[in-house]
C-alpha cells in the first residue's frame, strides 16, 4: 500500500525554522517526484515547492523562494522541506505528493505547474503555524 505520511509541522514565531519530513511506505521514492503543498483555512491547496526524481532538480513557488529548501534522502525513503525566515502567510496544513513521470517534458510540466489534481498520491498534512 502506497503511503506517504508528513512530519515536523508545529508552533514558531516569524522568523524562526521547521524541517518537514515526508516519510514513504509501501513504494521507494526514488522513482518519483515530490511536490509539497499547502493549505490555509479557506484557502485552496496550493503548490510551495517540487524535486524531481531523476536528477534532484528542484522547483519553488516564488512565495517562498530563497527561504524554503526541498530535498531528498532516497536511502531513507524520505523528502524533506527545510523552511526558513518563516512567516504568519506560511500558516497552512502542508501536505506532500508523488507523482512519476516518464519525460522531461513532463516532469517540467508537473513541478512547474504544481497542479494539485496532477499529483496521485497525498500525505494526510502536518499543521505548520507561525504566530506571535
Known amino acids: 500500500q502506497v503511503q506517504l505520511v508528513e512530519s515536523g509541522g508545529g508552533l514558531v514565531q516569524p522568523g524562526d525554522s521547521l524541517r518537514l519530513s515526508c516519510a514513504a511506505s509501501g513504494f521507494t521514492l526514488d522513482y518519483y517526484n515530490i511536490g509539497w503543498f499547502r493549505q490555509a483555512p479557506g484557502k485552496e491547496r496550493e503548490g510551495v515547492s517540487c524535486?524531481?526524481?531523476?536528477?534532484?532538480?528542484?522547483y519553488y513557488a516564488n512565495s517562498v523562494l530563497g527561504r524554503f529548501t526541498i530535498s531528498r534522502d532516497n536511502a531513507k525513503n524520505t523528502v524533506y522541506l527545510q523552511m526558513n525566515s518563516l512567516k504568519p502567510e506560511d500558516t497552512a496544513v502542508y501536505y506532500c505528493?508523488?507523482?512519476?513521470?516518464?519525460?522531461?517534458?513532463?516532469?517540467?510540466?508537473?513541478?512547474?505547474?504544481?497542479?494539485?489534481?496532477?499529483?496521485?498520491?497525498w500525505g494526510q498534512g502536518t499543521q505548520v503555524t507561525v504566530s506571535s
Open positions: 524535486i524531481s526524481s531523476s536528477d534532484g532538480s528542484t
Open positions: 505528493a508523488a507523482e512519476e513521470t516518464r519525460t522531461k517534458q513532463e516532469l517540467h510540466r508537473l513541478c512547474t505547474l504544481l497542479t494539485v489534481a496532477d499529483f496521485g498520491s
